[in-house]
């Protein structure tokens, strides 16, 4: 057993090397392609040291990032082959590429970059901290109550822009000798304020139910994932009914760590493939697409794993399900939001999911607590109220940092 596990690492190493030279050669034509960055342009960095695995992460920041360039020119600094590839396909903003460091300091030396913003916590964005006279900031990739939200690394940054009071508590309980009303700023979820994207079905009498489980995790206290837990039967559940409409939209990750969670997830794919071969006005949708935001408008109940797209729910203020990790070691912080959600067990998910799907559609005190905690999370959720919050923050960290003598 340990040798065919040896053998199947060592095969995935492989496939990952080959992969990322494939990569380097695909992103060095595309640059040839493409005129250089012109010198002495840009003022703001997004520092994603990440492989194209995590695209997620800063695709949805993509449209906030258009917006603010026309405050301040925006470029991504990209360190990875497999990233840049993706970030250079999806030609959002501009692309430096600079997986070496003396790569990185030739560019930052041509370059007026005075604000590095930040969308995850990979460890090689202490490589980054290095470069004083620049303010380091913190954006995160979403709003949630996993322990990654308190992480002591938050420290590390020189600012972090978080969503509302939920967060700066949470960071005030969790986090020593750290001054969170100097060092944060409110924003809300400006992403929010870009949901967008086609409907890939026409809208009729179905009760649209979006199931976007987060992946297996890499420890036992992140165990969230409820793809085998809940997700097969309750997929099996609604395609069954005839009266629902499921969008099914996995975590990119999904099945990384684990063969068995990867088989459970391409289960749940041929259900809906098979349901819509049976019916094709079923029009079951399995999303793997970069764009986040239609998904959840368009569906009337969304039924999420712990994870920072229960936020992102939350923030439309529409009725939502969060599944109960069937581990008894994934950590849940139980004093906000998880504290008073709508929780569905893997048991209920087996014995009647469709049930708890249509309870939360109609329960008023259901959707009365949502809205409290939406306000809560978020503060003022109106259209355009977040990203003119975000881009007030970048423009007072902006000042501040050009007004330091010799930046």
Partial sequence: MDALRDAKKAYRLLRRAMRIRAARQSVRQMLAGRPPLPPHRFRIAVYFADTDVNMYQIRQWYRPLRRLTERHPVVVISRSP???EALLRDDALPVAFVPEISELEEFLAEQDIRVVLYVNQN???????????????????????????????????????????????????????????TRTTMIGRPQADHFTGDLPFAPDERTVVLYAPTWEGDRASMAYGSVRTHGVALVEALVATGRHRVIYRPHPRTGVMD?????ASE???????AANEADPSARHVHDDG????????????????????????LATGRPLLVTRPASSEAEIDASGYLSACEWLTADE???????????????????????????????????????????????RLWEAAAGHPEA
């Fill in 123 to 181: 460890t090689r964005n202490f490589q980054m901290f290095r470069y004083g006279r620049r303010t380091h900031v913190f954006i995160n990739h979403g709003e949630s109550d996993k322990v990654y939200m308190t992480s002591n690394q938050y420290k590390a940054y020189d600012h972090a822009l978080i969503a509302g009071e939920a967060a700066r508590d949470r960071l005030a309980d969790a986090l020593w000798d750290y001054d969170v009303d």
């Fill in 267 to 273: 289960r749940i794919a041929g259900l809906l493939a």
């Fill in 349 to 395: 998910a087996a014995r009647d999911g469709v049930a708890a799907i249509e309870r939360v559609r109609v329960d008023a005190e259901a959707i009365d607590r949502l809205s409290r905690w939406s306000a809560r999370y978020f503060g003022d959720t109106s259209p355009g109220a977040a990203t003119a919050r975000f881009e007030a923050a970048i423009d």
């Fill in 290 to 313: 970069p764009e986040i935001g239609w998904q959840l408008t368009a569906a009337d109940v969304a039924v999420l794993d712990v994870s920072a797209m229960i936020y992102d729910r």
């Fill in 82 to 84: 497999l990233g840049a």
């Fill in 259 to 263: 063969d068995d969670y990867r088989a």
